[in-house]
């Protein structure tokens, strides 16, 4: 296990800046939903959920658990882009996105770990910031990109033990730290993934391809984050395009998080921490 903080001289792939998301109004929406890119996005996704020594099903705190803890600014707490279950992925290193609401947070803590519990990769990373004003008209330090999407890219380290195992379940907890030196004010989310392999035939496919027919490709196999995060790729591209906004809204309804479909996505940069 090895910790990267701000001085890391590893780069971090990190979503900071906000793209602009305009309301759709309730009439076009419904005409957007027949558009050909929403219909290739299931309604729901056929999932195994995760499961503990008795095999009972394990709920996945994606949402904080309902708390937004003393930094957070914003209406919702901070939440994990995931189902209630275990998302699969076709990626070595995957990249694992969550809704940022307005928070004066010091950065996040990320933590990978392995069915047996042992960690497997952990980094922190420190927001940049910008000041605004509280309520009462208080100068206050806010972050960059919040409220919006951002995205993580798990990266390759030889000091860590990725990529993870073909065939193996891992969970991801993201900490937004309130106060670094207080970890009791930390508020946590978490998701989890299993990487597969794919066929010869999906990966010729998937090369062949055009990003909109990934998404389709993504979606009919039912690979959470590929479709997610090649989605999210698009809108930072086209924030304006009625039928990725029509299908980024299913993607999000299919998983229960419609209370995010109006977020904004943050343009993805790599940011070189010093």
């Known amino acids: 296990m090895a910790w990267f903080t701000h001085s890391s001289r590893f780069t971090v792939a990190l979503a900071l800046t906000l793209g602009l998301v305009a309301n759709v109004p309730a009439g076009v929406q419904a005409q957007l939903g027949g558009s050909p890119l929403s219909r290739d996005i299931p309604t729901e996704w056929e999932f195994t959920p995760p499961t503990g020594e008795s095999d009972k099903p394990i709920a996945i705190n994606r949402q904080g658990g309902g708390t937004r803890g003393p930094c957070v600014r914003g209406d919702q707490p901070p939440i994990a882009l995931v189902p209630m279950s275990v998302g699969k992925t076709i990626a070595e290193y995957p990249t694992l996105s969550w809704y940022l609401p307005k928070n004066t947070a010091w950065g996040v803590q990320l933590v990978v770990k392995n069915t047996q519990g042992e960690e497997v990769y952990a980094t922190k990373y420190a927001f940049a910031h910008y000041t605004g004003q509280d309520s009462?008209?208080?100068?206050?330090?806010?972050?960059?990109?919040?409220?919006?999407?951002?995205?993580?890219?798990?990266?390759?380290?030889?000091?860590?033990?990725?990529?993870?195992?073909?065939?193996?379940?891992?969970?991801?907890?993201?900490?937004?730290?309130?106060?670094?030196?207080?970890?009791?004010?930390?508020?946590?989310?978490?998701?989890?993934?299993?990487?597969?392999?794919?066929?010869?035939?999906?990966?010729?496919?998937?090369?062949?391809?055009?990003?909109?027919?990934?998404?389709?490709?993504?979606?009919?196999?039912?690979?959470?984050?590929?479709?997610?995060?090649?989605?999210?790729?698009?809108?930072?591209?086209?924030?304006?395009?009625?039928?990725?906004?029509?299908?980024?809204?299913?993607?999000?309804?299919s998983v229960e998080l419609e209370q995010i479909v109006e977020e904004p996505v943050a343009q993805g940069v790599k940011t070189n921490p010093n």
């Open 136 to 253: 009462q008209g208080d100068e206050i330090k806010f972050v960059v990109g919040a409220p919006g999407i951002m995205s993580l890219t798990l990266p390759k380290l030889e000091s860590s033990t990725l990529p993870p195992e073909v065939g193996q379940e891992y969970s991801w907890e993201l900490g937004l730290i309130c106060d670094y030196n207080s970890p009791s004010s930390y508020v946590y989310v978490e998701g989890k993934f299993e990487r597969v392999e794919p066929d010869p035939n999906l990966v010729r496919r998937i090369q062949q391809a055009t990003p909109e027919q990934r998404v389709a490709i993504y979606a009919k196999e039912r690979l959470w984050y590929e479709t997610l995060n090649t989605l999210v790729e698009l809108r930072r591209d086209r924030p304006n395009d009625q039928g990725l906004k029509a299908a980024w809204s299913q993607l999000l309804r």
